[in-house]
C-alpha cells in the first residue's frame, strides 16, 4: 500500500475538497480520518467531543491514522489537530504530506462562524486563530510541501500539488 499524499492544516484549508480532487483525477481512493472515526463512534466528530471528550476523540482520531497509512492506498485527509500527537508525527515519517496553509480570513469564510466543529464553539474567529497559530509550527515541520491556499481554485491547487508528488 503506498499512500500518495497526506493533507493536513487547519479547519477550512480544503483538506477534503482538494482530496477528493486529487484522487479523482489519479485514479485512486480518498480517506478522510474523521469519517473513519465517526464510523468507529457511530455518530459525528462533534458529538464525540461533547458525549465523550477531547481524550476519547484524539484516540480514535490516533487510531485512524495508524489504520488508514496501513490500509489506504491513495490519498490521506487528516483531521486540523490529528498532527497533535507524538505517535502520529511519527506515523507520518517517509509519507508525502501536504501541509495546505491557509490564512484566517479564507478559512472563516470557508468553515464559516455557525458550524459544527467542536473545538470552534465559543469565540469562532478567535478560538480558529488561536488553533491555527498553536498547530503551524507542526504542519509546517511535518510538511514535504507546503502550499497557500488563499483566493485560489482548487483545480489550480490540484495541479500544484500533482507537479510536486513522487514519481
Known amino acids: 500500500m503506498t499512500i500518495k499524499a497526506v493533507l493536513i492544516g487547519p479547519p477550512g484549508s480544503g483538506k477534503s475538497t482538494l482530496g477528493q480532487l486529487l484522487a479523482e483525477r489519479l485514479g485512486v481512493g480518498f ?33 485512524a491514522v495508524r489504520r488508514a497509512l496501513a490500509e489506504h492506498d491513495g490519498i490521506l485527509s487528516l483531521g486540523g489537530g490529528a498532527v497533535l500527537d507524538a505517535e502520529t508525527q511519527a506515523l507520518l515519517d517517509g509519507h508525502h504530506v501536504v501541509y495546505l496553509q491557509v490564512g484566517l480570513a479564507d478559512a472563516v469564510q470557508r468553515v464559516g462562524l455557525a458550524s459544527a466543529r467542536p473545538l470552534l464553539v465559543l469565540n469562532p474567529r478567535s478560538q480558529l486563530k488561536k488553533l491555527m497559530e498553536e498547530r503551524r509550527p507542526v504542519y509546517q515541520r511535518l510538511a514535504v510541501v507546503t502550499v497557500v491556499t488563499d483566493k485560489r481554485e482548487p483545480a489550480e491547487l490540484a495541479d500544484e500539488i500533482l507537479r510536486g508528488l513522487p514519481a
Open 31 to 63: 480517506r478522510d480520518t474523521d469519517a473513519d472515526v465517526e464510523a468507529v463512534a457511530g455518530k459525528p466528530v462533534s458529538d464525540v467531543f461533547i458525549e465523550d471528550g477531547e481524550a476519547a476523540f484524539r484516540a480514535l482520531e490516533h487510531q
